[in-house]
Every structure is written in C-alpha cells, then in structure tokens.
C-alpha cells in the first residue's frame, strides 16, 4: 500500500515546550518509532508542520539587527523544511537501516488571487496570553488569534494547488525510498507574469497540501496525525463524544475550529471524496492502530471500515538496492 502521512508540528514541539534542537530532535526520534513500522510494510511518504518553528524562526530574524528586512515567510518555511526534514531523514536512517531516505526542499503552488492573503489563519510561533498577543499585535503589525486556550500570530495561509515536485516524488518512490516532503506544507509559491515560479509570504496547511500530494500520488490512504486520539464532536464540552468512523458528508455537517481541526477534517473530506480512498485523524503513537481499524477517527465513503484489510492487502515488495 501506499501512505500519504501527515506529522503535526506539535509533535515536534508541544505548545509551551521549550524549542531547543535536542528536544526537537527528540521528538522526531519518537515520531519516526511510531511511523517506522508503517515504513516497513508499506510505501511511505511522510510530511510534517512547521507552525512552531517557523514562527519562532521569524522572531530571530526580526530581531536580528543586522538585516535590512526580515527573511520572508517563503524563506523561512524552506529553513524549516532544511532543519526538520534533517531530524526526520537521520531517524528514519537510524530506525530502518538499509532504507533509502530523502527529505526534499519542495514548493507547493498557490494562487496569488487567494483571498486568504487578505485573512490570515495559520498559527504560527509561540503561545501567549491575550494581552501579550494584543501587544506584539500593535507593536509588530501582526494579525493575532485565539487558539484553545492561548493566543498565537497568525499568517495568510492559501490553498495549497499542487506539489510542484510530484512527479520527482513518485521517481523517488518507484526507487524504494522514503520521502520526506511536502514541510509547512512546501514552501508557498505562485506562477508570476512570466511563468517563473516566485515565493509568497505565507505559511501553507500542511494537512491539505498533503491530502493534495496524497491525491496526486494515487495514495491507498492518507493519515492525519497529531496530538488528539481522534476527532471529537462538541470538542471541549462536558458532552464531547468521539467521532470514529464517517462519511465525508457528516464530518462536512460538524463544525470544527480553523486553523486546527478545520482543515484537517477539510483534508481528509477533500482526499476521501476524490479518490475514494480512506483518510484519517488520529493520535501519532496510533498511527498502526488506526490503519488496523481500532483507533482514531477513519473516514470513508461508506463511513465504515473493518481494519487494513479493507484497502487494497498486499505485501509491499521492498526494491533490490542492487
Ligand atoms: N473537534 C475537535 N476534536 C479534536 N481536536 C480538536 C477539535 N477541535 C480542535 N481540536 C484541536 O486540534 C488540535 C490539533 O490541531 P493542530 O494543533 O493544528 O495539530 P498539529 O499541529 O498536530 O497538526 C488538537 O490538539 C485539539 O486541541
Ligand atoms: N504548516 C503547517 O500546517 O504547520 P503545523 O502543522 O505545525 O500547523
């Protein structure tokens, strides 16, 4: 089978987590034990968020006097896509000797008539209080916006259109390697007037560049993994009840929170109505559960689902090396 796999960026850095490497990159060895057993029954292809670091890679670079301006948004997701992808590509080394890994610097293309440049929703950097969030606001221009129980600067956040190296991508997975790609959602980049491909200042939603990638890919099953066992209706509430198994068509009919759980319901819906295929929500350290049918939330077109050998069985055949 073929797996489109998506890591939060919280797994790599929880909210009020201290952003020190070591820590990250810890993080990454605990994701890639969780994924590794996916690796090594399947076709793999993992992306992963960068709301955390890029945001704080923007704080050093604002605050670093000797630039005549800031480094942009596109800049710093590649920055991201350089430090993250690293981590992930020496744990996958590391966990799968013998595997070939890759972690690509990759761009996804947006539309620059997006109306998300005028409405930013992606967080990205640190939490704060209300207050301090309000301050940096007025202080730094930012758009800010409450996220759970904290406050966080958001940025413009496109539609992902299409990954611009899928076709490099698919040559990399008939070889037999694992792909890292597709980081902070590729780095976000429109066709100017001339056809020449130019970086915008934005931060994509990894979730839908990945469900676009996974499309693209002709992927058995996307997978949405986070920091939550699965989706929840009525999320927060004394009433909240989790939402296991559904159809495209009655997640649609819920009302989830932008900028977290909205587009990744968004995704997973868009991919399953697509294809056909099956896309999920869940907990990364569920990830081999939630293939099995006995964890998160598993969408698909009949909203019913058994375990792994509904999709497509058999074993991937890894390539001789030789
Ligand atoms: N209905 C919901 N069910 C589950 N989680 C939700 C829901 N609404 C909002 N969330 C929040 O969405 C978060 C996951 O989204 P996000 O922070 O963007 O994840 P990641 O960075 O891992 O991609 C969870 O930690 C949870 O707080
Ligand atoms: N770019 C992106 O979607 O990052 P997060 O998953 O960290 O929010």
Known sequence: MRIVAALGGNALLERGQRP?????????????????????R?????????????GLLALESAADT???????FDVLGAQTQGMIGYWLLQALQNALPGRQVVALINQTLVSAA?????????????????????????????SVARDGDHWRR???SPDPQRVVETRLIRQLLSSGAIVVCAGGGGVPVIRNEEGKLQGVEAVIDKDLATAKLAEALEADALLLLTDVPAVQR???TADAEVISRATPAALRREDFPAGSMGP??????????????L?????????????DGKAGTVVTPGGDYGGSEDLRPGPWVRPDPS
């Open 20 to 40: 020190d490497a070591a820590l990250q990159q810890a993080n990454a060895v605990r994701a890639v034990h969780a994924l590794a057993p996916l690796a090594e």
């Open 42 to 54: 399947h076709e793999l292809i993992l992306t992963h968020g960068n709301g955390p670091q890029v």
């Open 66 to 72: 000797s630039l005549t301006v800031p480094y942009p």
């Open 114 to 142: 997006d109306p998300a440049f005028g409405n930013p929703t992606k967080f990205v950097g640190p939490v704060y209080d209300e207050r301090t969030a309000q301050e940096l606001a007025a202080s730094r221009g930012w």
């Open 154 to 156: 958001v940025v413009p």
């Open 234 to 236: 009525g999320y927060g």
């Open 264 to 277: 990744k319901v968004e995704a997973v819906c868009r991919f399953v109505e697509v294809t056909g295929d």
């Open 279 to 291: 896309g999920a929500i869940g907990a990364l350290e569920d990830a081999v559960a939630i293939l």
